[in-house]
């Protein structure tokens, strides 16, 4: 696909959000987005139970030592869960046992009520809708966005196989949707390598993103960022949810604040607390691990 057929997609998406207000997850056709997550395709995860991730007595150890301790935590489909807790919590270890990084010693994971995600490989796993940023600096900065979005699109094993690769219409009007989403529409053709810090994360994200992933997992995602893309971050988060499940990693309180509906707060390997984060933060016990370290 060329940049002209790109502007044709953006143009046709602008078009559309300008003429019809479209209302989250509804479409002209008056079913769900259908750029953001798919209805009824084969390998659906099965949230008939509410629950989109399921973690239920994960523990693991490292040399005797505990990262994960009977580990409990489920989210639901759309929501967008904030996971915070000191250093050495185990929020990271975490996304490792959910992606397959980690293999845990015990306990079982589910995505959605049928997935036992202990039974992929950390391919797989990407493979079934689970996307993971990394907080690890962009590779290929030679590409431009454009390049890098196209790029995640041929990662997807339905399309390696076809060697003379184009998006079709609807992966362009698809990429050109996400441009906007990531606030990256104007910088279509700039190599990524030249990006701001707080851009190249939103690129990161946008890769994900054409994967269609149901569930995304961010760690640290505003780490090192201005406030302003912090706070644009933010609502590109705000924009996700619904359509995606996610589940964020942050130590910025202020960004938490802004994004959060229900908060975790992880100790220890294991669930501290609970609730918004007004409630988690007049909790006593949360007061003492964030002092007593
Ligand atoms: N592969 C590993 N081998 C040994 N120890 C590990 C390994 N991975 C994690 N740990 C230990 O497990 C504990 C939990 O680490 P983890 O990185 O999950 O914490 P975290 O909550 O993400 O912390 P931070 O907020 O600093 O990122 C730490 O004590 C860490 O040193
Ligand atoms: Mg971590």
């Given at each position: 696909?060329?940049?002209?057929?790109?502007?044709?997609?953006?143009?046709?998406?602008?078009?559309?959000?300008?003429?019809?207000?479209?209302?989250?997850?509804?479409?002209?056709?008056?079913?769900?987005?259908?750029?953001?997550?798919?209805?009824?395709?084969?390998?659906?995860?099965?949230?008939?139970?509410?629950?989109?991730?399921?973690?239920?007595?994960?523990?693991?150890?490292?040399?005797?030592?505990?990262?994960?301790?009977?580990?409990?935590?489920?989210?639901?489909?759309?929501?967008l869960r904030c996971i915070?807790?000191?250093?050495?919590?185990?929020k990271t270890?975490m996304m490792d046992?959910i992606t397959?990084k980690?293999?845990?010693?015990?306990?079982?994971?589910?995505?959605?009520?049928?997935?036992?995600?202990?039974?992929?490989?950390e391919?797989?796993i990407a493979?079934?809708g689970i996307g993971r940023k990394f907080q690890k600096p962009t590779v290929?900065?030679?590409?431009?966005?454009?390049?890098k979005l196209?790029?995640a699109?041929?990662t997807?094993?339905?399309?390696?196989?076809?060697?003379?690769?184009?998006?079709?219409?609807?992966?362009?009007?698809?990429?050109?949707?996400i441009?906007?989403t990531i606030?990256?529409?104007?910088?279509?053709?700039?190599?990524a390598?030249?990006?701001?810090h707080g851009q190249k994360q939103w690129l990161e994200i946008g890769m994900l993103l054409m994967q269609e992933p149901k569930l995304l997992l961010l760690d640290e995602p505003v780490a090192g960022m201005?406030?302003?893309e912090t706070?644009?971050t933010a609502?590109l988060f705000?924009?996700l949810?619904?359509?995606h499940s996610l589940m964020v990693v942050e130590?910025?309180?202020?960004f938490?604040?802004?994004i959060?509906?229900?908060?975790?707060?992880?100790?220890?390997?294991?669930?501290?607390?609970?609730?918004?984060?007004?409630?988690?933060?007049?909790?006593?016990?949360?007061?003492?691990?964030?002092?007593?370290?």
């Open positions: 696909m060329t940049p002209d057929l790109l502007a044709q997609g953006a143009r046709r998406v602008e078009e559309r959000m300008a003429t019809q207000s479209l209302k989250t997850g509804q479409t002209e056709s008056g079913g769900r987005e259908a750029g953001f997550s798919r209805v009824n395709t084969p390998g659906e995860v099965d949230v008939t139970h509410g629950r989109i991730l399921y973690l239920e007595d994960v523990s693991v150890s490292f040399d005797g030592f505990k990262a994960i301790n009977k580990l409990s935590l489920d989210i639901a489909p759309g929501e915070i807790g000191p250093n050495g919590a185990g270890t046992i397959g980690t293999r845990p010693d015990e306990g079982r994971v589910y995505f959605g009520s049928t997935i036992d995600l202990l039974r992929y490989t391919p797989e493979q079934l290929f900065e030679q590409l431009t966005v454009f390049e196209e790029l699109l041929k997807n094993k339905a399309v390696t196989s076809s060697l003379f690769f184009r998006l079709d219409s609807r992966q362009s009007d698809r990429l050109a949707e441009l906007h606030h990256l529409a104007e910088s279509v053709g700039r190599l390598g030249n990006l701001s201005t406030d302003e706070e644009r609502e705000l924009t949810k619904g359509k130590h910025d309180m202020s938490i604040n802004t959060s509906d229900i908060v975790t707060v992880l100790c220890d390997g294991s669930v501290l607390a609970q609730g918004t984060l007004a409630q988690v933060q007049a909790d006593e016990r949360v007061i003492e691990v964030y002092l007593g370290r």
